[in-house]
């Protein structure tokens, strides 16, 4: 872990066998070419966001992470397998000791046009601090979650937040050139009063918005029950106020967009309890850990760590990729459970990656 402690200016080792054995791209056994990889940092986050958190986390050991020069050799082998898109998630992954260290040596797959982009999920709190590095390593578009504009509010659901902090560094990021997409869960009895005036706000200032459903993942201490608002119905709401026509704009992502008359700008819906978005799906999640998940929604993983560390070539680790991929299921099976009141899958997004 020296790197991680190393100044500012250091980059990652370059490495000159990591695209050694392949060219041949993943492909589930759906036929899905894999070309989007999600990969979470650390499962750490300065925020506690009731529907994502426990208030008191007990976060993975360090001795468990993967440092940064694995991280970056793992997102190598993906690039060489047909990668063309890295979203770099948390926890609040800014909050990784070295992270801009890591963002500089992945942006040498956008100077060769080996990616076609490279971005971030975010909470907002770090970005005053980071946007000009971040635009400056090809970042050029990035996703923040805000479930609200009421400072009191937004303190409730994360538990401690500064929205002002988060608003700092949305204008940071515009500043830089980088654009934003605004994402916001959708929360009964906490913002489904207010998802029209976070469109009307996002589009406003330049911003797109994706409304998600809450996910059954981890114990967070309350009732899934209570925070579930099916988008169909915030949908028709905002349908009273607003004219959606429906788009084919995609982003490589599972959100499905419509354009707002009113405002001109766009409005996504994320819906895995009400609707199954996995006929397309062409990503997978890597954990801090060097855990493969092919679906957000199951259990099945694989151990990329092992074959990483057990051998400084990359052989392994590509085999262990194609038998990972060949498991890749059709899709998820979210549900929260009404009589047990268990989340479906017991691993909490943050662990998983955003």
């Not at 050991?61 to 970056?72: F, H, N, R, S």
Request: aromatic residues 6%; proline residues 4%.
């Amino acid at each position: 872990m020296a790197f991680e402690t190393a100044s500012a200016a250091a980059t990652l080792p370059s490495r000159t066998a990591e695209t050694a054995g392949t060219g041949t791209p993943l492909v589930d056994p759906f036929g899905r070419a894999i070309t989007y990889l999600r990969v979470s940092v650390t499962d750490r986050c300065d925020l506690r966001c009731v529907y994502c958190m426990s208030e008191h986390m007990t976060f993975l050991p360090k001795a468990d992470i993967l440092t940064l020069e694995e991280l970056d050799r793992l997102c190598a082998a993906f690039v060489a397998r047909g990668t063309r898109k890295l979203r770099i998630t948390g926890g609040e992954p800014l909050v990784r000791r070295g992270i801009m260290t890591l963002f500089r040596s992945l942006s040498r797959h956008i100077e060769t046009g080996a990616l076609d982009e490279l971005t971030v999920t975010t909470n907002g709190s770090q970005l005053d601090k980071y946007a000009g590095e971040l635009a400056a390593c090809g970042v050029r578009r990035i996703n923040v979650s805000l479930d609200t504009l009421d400072p009191q509010k937004f303190r409730d659901i994360t538990r401690w937040g500064d929205l002002g902090q988060v608003q700092a560094g949305i204008t940071a990021a515009q500043r830089a050139g980088i654009a934003v997409k605004i994402n916001a869960v959708g929360l009964k009895g906490v913002n489904e009063d207010e998802l029209g005036d976070l469109v009307a706000w996002a589009h406003g200032e330049g911003m797109d918005l994706t409304i998600i459903e809450v996910m059954p993942l981890g114990d967070i201490g309350e009732s899934r029950l209570d925070q579930y608002l099916p988008l169909s119905m915030v949908r028709a709401k905002l349908a009273e106020r607003f004219t959606l026509t429906e788009s084919d704009y995609r982003t490589g992502g599972p959100a499905r967009y419509v354009r707002v008359a009113e405002t001109g700008g766009r409005l996504g819906f994320i819906t895995p309890l009400t609707h199954n978005f996995c006929e397309s799906c062409n990503r997978v999640r890597l954990t801090c850990t060097g855990t493969l998940f092919m679906c957000l929604g199951q259990e099945d993983a694989a151990d990329l760590r092992a074959a990483l560390r057990a051998s400084p070539d990359d052989s392994l680790l590509h085999a262990t990729l194609d038998e990972a991929i060949g498991r890749k299921p059709k899709g998820h099976d979210f549900v929260i459970d009404r009589r047990k009141q268990r989340p479906a899958v017991g691993r909490h997004m943050s662990v998983t990656g955003g």
